[in-house]
């Protein structure tokens, strides 16, 4: 069974900065691109970012370029979110996903949130 | 970027009701087009890719088509369980992979 569980959210201050984890399970984590995607309470699903199988490819919403950097550890089956000068209106939910068939994104954790706020 | 646009963003309509939403992209993206089902409180699912292609867990009663720019997810028989909210996401060619920004499906 594909498992993907995110951590590391929680409240931070503006400016500060936060590293989310997403640890896979049940398929073949070396494999797979893998994204985030954040969704703010109540509002739509936004695409944040991707980093393909074997990480020498990312790439970012304009929203967090230069702020947020997608990394992964496939001997770890971890993905991962390094957020820095976080703002408010980076406070979302943030679900690790994965890339299937044309980068369709088939499987979602629960995800974990972020909350920006002094 | 391609601007993904879905009508209505709500709707509601009764057990056994023909429920379409329609996704429009701003430019041609062939059919690199999913749709996805997040029901209240949960993750979101991936319900069809490539524009007509249902994963296997979806009823039948769920279709996609279209090609281009515009799109449609059909729900042929509305039923209690489809109470969600529907987004299109396209994923054509390089990110940024962008969404649309959701119907709210609502029984009445």
């Known amino acids: 069974e594909v498992q993907l569980v995110e951590s590391g959210g929680g409240l931070v201050q503006p400016g500060g900065s936060l590293r989310l984890s997403c640890a896979a399970s049940g398929f073949t984590f070396s494999s797979a691109w893998m994204h985030w995607v954040r969704q703010v309470p109540g509002k739509g699903l936004v695409w944040v970012s991707h980093?393909?199988?074997?990480?020498?490819?990312?790439s970012y919403a304009d929203s967090v370029k230069g702020r947020f950097t997608i990394s992964r550890d496939n001997a770890k089956n971890t993905l991962y979110l390094q957020m820095n000068s976080l703002r408010a209106e980076d406070t979302a939910v943030y679900y690790c996903?994965?890339?299937?068939?044309?980068?369709?994104?088939?499987?979602w954790g629960q995800g974990t949130l972020v909350t920006v706020s002094t | 970027d391609i601007q993904m646009t879905q009508s209505p963003s709500s709707l509601s309509a009764s057990v056994g009701d023909r429920v379409t939403i329609t996704c429009r992209a701003s430019?041609?993206?062939?059919?690199?087009l999913n749709w996805y089902q997040q029901k209240p409180g949960k993750a979101p699912n991936l319900l069809i890719y490539a524009a007509s292609s249902l994963q296997s867990w979806v009823p039948s009663r769920f279709s996609g088509s279209g090609s281009g720019t515009d799109f449609t997810l059909t729900i042929s028989s509305l039923q209690p369980e489809d109470l969600a909210t529907y987004y299109c996401?396209?994923?054509?060619?390089?990110?940024?992979?962008?969404f649309g920004q959701g119907t709210k499906v609502e029984i009445k």
């Open positions: 996903t994965r890339g299937g068939w044309l980068q369709a994104l088939n499987y």
């Open positions: 430019q041609n993206i062939n059919t690199y």
């Open positions: 996401q396209q994923t054509y060619n390089t990110p940024p992979w962008t």
């Open positions: 980093i393909n199988s074997d990480g020498s490819s990312t």
